[in-house]
Structures are given as C-alpha cells and as structure tokens.
C-alpha cells in the first residue's frame, strides 16, 4: 500500500512540471500562436530558478527567476512572430535550440553544486492519514498551486469579457481587429503568459522536483507538454487530466523497477514518448473533434490593416 502511495504522490510531482508548461503553451494556442520552444525556455528557467536558489536559498525567488526567465524568451519569440511576421515554427525551433544551447553554456559551473537543506511540507492533519495522507497531503504547495491554476483558467476564458476577447483573437484576429481590439499587444501579452508559466514549469523541474542541474535535464518535457494541448484538445480540465497521466507513465517505470520486474530500462525510459504517439494518433482519426475545438487562426500570422 505505501509504494502505491508513493507512486500517487510522484505521479502528481511529476504531472504538475506538464501541467505547468502545456497550460502556458495553451494560453498561446488560444490566440493562434503555436510556440515550439517550450523546451528551450524550460531549461533556461530551470537554470535560473537553480542558480538563484544556491545563491539566495530562496525558493521563491527561485521560482520569480525561472519566470522572468520563461517570461523574456517568450516576450523576444512572440516581438518576432507577431510584429516582425517569421514564420512561428521555425522561431520557435530556433528559441528551444538557443535555450538547450545557452543553458548549458551558463549552467557549466552549477553541474555538482547543491541546495540548502529542502523545507518538507505537509497539509496539518491530513498528512498523517493512511495512504491518502502521504499520496496527496505531503505534496509542494506549488502542485495544489496548479489545480487552482487550471480552475482559475477554466473560468477566465468561458467566464470572463477577458477571456472571451482572447479566444475571438485566436478564432478570428481579423474580426477582433474590425472590432477595435489591439489583436497583436493581446497575442503578446498571452505568449508573455505562456512563458512565464513554461518557466515556471523549468524552475519547479530544478528547485522541487530534482532537484538538481544537469544539461538538458529538461529531457523532452517540453514537448510532450506541446502535444498534450492537442491531446486535451484545448481544454484546461483536460491538459491538467492528460499531464497527471503522462506524469503517471513517467513515474510507472521507477514503480516497476522497484517491485522487482524485469524491463529493459531502454524500455522503460520511452514510454512516456510512446504514449505520447499512440494518444495523438488516436486522437488523429477523429478530425472533427479536433477541428470543433481548435482555435481556427492557429499558427497564421496577421497583418493589420491587410
């Protein structure tokens, strides 16, 4: 029973880096910017929110750094998409090299440094209860964080005037723009958003959920969180859903090896990936669901005024 509790807790350890980065990358998708350089400013956030905290032994400053971090990798990605009109693709790939390339330049010196003695934290009462209390009660605050956070989406974009002016952006800029609304500052500052929760996500992978540096320590989250916004087809209540179950995938492999059974560890290792593939290709065969809820301007550029 205590080794299920454990997965259960490491499952949401785990989600909450996905959740973090695809509900970033969904608010970009709902204004029709795709931002393939999650992976890039996940890792210079995980570098930075890392750093900050060996020097200041602050976690919260570590997190504020992970998403200033996000935050102005997406703010140089989205001033070059939105009003210089390159193509969101290929700046994209370009800001996840860039970001895979400069961590690891800047995090040389940080491979073998450690962190100040790691706070535990419990939800009083029932932390102590049996196998609920360790799976769900002994988790970072920063994971209910995020179950909150989804909520809070959930509601700004069907709720709210807000959120409504965002996703018109996304399904038409032109008629958004016909209607007085600044469509490009709009599509900034959401992409803004974005990365600054994708650095969030990066600085959590390095100050919580390692918590160490290594190059590349990202290790393809970044995609999979690009791919789980398709898998929920744009939905918050589904990303959050669709990353606790990747997480579960992710951490299904250490629960094996440590009940004894025989897997190739090679094997293990990529079905996190696998999972990912056969999802999108279930999800595939169904087009009209994916084309009632995708945003309809996703990944095209506007021009104001054209």
Same mark, same amino acid.
């Given at each position: 029973?205590?080794?299920?509790?454990?997965?259960?807790?490491?499952?949401?350890?785990?989600?909450?880096?996905?959740?973090?980065?695809?509900?970033?990358?969904?608010?970009?998708?709902? =204004?029709?910017?795709?931002?393939?350089?999650?992976?890039?400013?996940?890792?210079?956030?995980?570098?930075?929110?890392?750093?900050?905290? =060996?020097?200041?032994?602050?976690?919260?400053?570590?997190?504020?750094?992970?998403?200033?971090?996000?935050?102005?990798?997406?703010?140089?990605?989205?001033?070059?998409?939105?009003?210089?009109?390159?193509?969101?693709?290929?700046?994209?790939?370009?800001?996840?090299?860039?970001?895979?390339?400069?961590?690891?330049?800047?995090?040389?010196?940080?491979?073998?440094?450690?962190?100040?003695?790691?706070?535990?934290?419990?939800?009083?009462?029932?932390?102590?209860?049996?196998?609920?209390?360790?799976?769900?009660?002994?988790?970072?605050?920063?994971?209910?964080?995020?179950?909150?956070?989804?909520?809070?989406?959930?509601?700004?974009?069907?709720?709210?005037?807000?959120?409504?002016?965002?996703?018109?952006?996304?399904?038409?800029?032109?008629?958004?723009?016909?209607?007085?609304?600044?469509?490009?500052?709009?599509?900034?500052?959401?992409?803004?958003?974005?990365?600054?929760?994708?650095?969030?996500?990066?600085?959590?992978?390095?100050?919580?959920?390692?918590?160490?540096?290594?190059?590349?320590? =990202?290790?393809?989250?970044?995609?999979?969180?690009?791919?789980?916004?398709?898998?929920?087809?744009?939905?918050?209540?589904?990303?959050?859903?669709?990353?606790?179950?990747?997480?579960?995938?992710?951490?299904?492999?250490?629960?094996?090896?440590?009940?004894?059974?025989?897997?190739?560890?090679?094997?293990?290792?990529?079905?996190?990936?696998?999972?990912?593939? =056969?999802?999108?290709?279930?999800?595939?065969?169904?087009?009209?669901?994916?084309?009632?809820?995708?945003?309809?301007?996703?990944?095209?550029?506007?021009?104001?005024?054209?």
């Amino acid at each position: 029973m205590e080794s299920y509790a454990l997965l259960i807790a490491a499952t949401l350890n785990a989600g909450t880096v996905l959740a973090l980065a695809s509900l970033g990358l969904l608010i970009n998708e709902k =204004v029709g910017i795709v931002n393939l350089g999650a992976e890039g400013m996940m890792l210079c956030a995980a570098i930075a929110g890392f750093a900050t905290v =060996v020097h200041t032994g602050s976690d919260v400053l570590g997190f504020a750094a992970g998403i200033g971090a996000g935050a102005l990798l997406a703010l140089i990605f989205g001033l070059l998409v939105i009003w210089l009109n390159t193509n969101q693709y290929a700046t994209g790939l370009a800001v996840s090299l860039f970001g895979a390339g400069f961590s690891a330049f800047v995090g040389v010196g940080y491979v073998q440094q450690k962190m100040p003695e790691r706070p535990s934290f419990a939800v009083p009462w029932l932390a102590d209860l049996p196998l609920v209390g360790p799976a769900l009660f002994r988790q970072h605050p920063l994971v209910y964080l995020t179950v909150l956070l989804a909520l809070a989406m959930i509601w700004f974009l069907y709720r709210t005037r807000a959120g409504l002016v965002l996703r018109s952006v996304g399904e038409s800029p032109e008629s958004a723009h016909a209607l007085g609304y600044p469509v490009r500052r709009i599509r900034l500052l959401a992409v803004v958003a974005g990365g600054a929760l994708c650095g969030l996500a990066g600085a959590y992978l390095s100050v919580v959920y390692t918590p160490l540096w290594v190059e590349g320590m =990202v290790a393809g989250k970044g995609w999979i969180a690009l791919a789980l916004t398709t898998f929920a087809t744009w939905r918050p209540a589904r990303v959050l859903l669709g990353a606790y179950l990747f997480g579960g995938v992710t951490m299904l492999q250490f629960h094996l090896q440590g009940i004894g059974v025989e897997v190739p560890s090679q094997f293990l290792t990529m079905l996190p990936y696998l999972a990912t593939i =056969v999802v999108l290709a279930l999800i595939s065969r169904n087009p009209q669901w994916i084309r009632v809820n995708m945003p309809a301007s996703i990944g095209k550029p506007f021009y104001p005024g054209s």
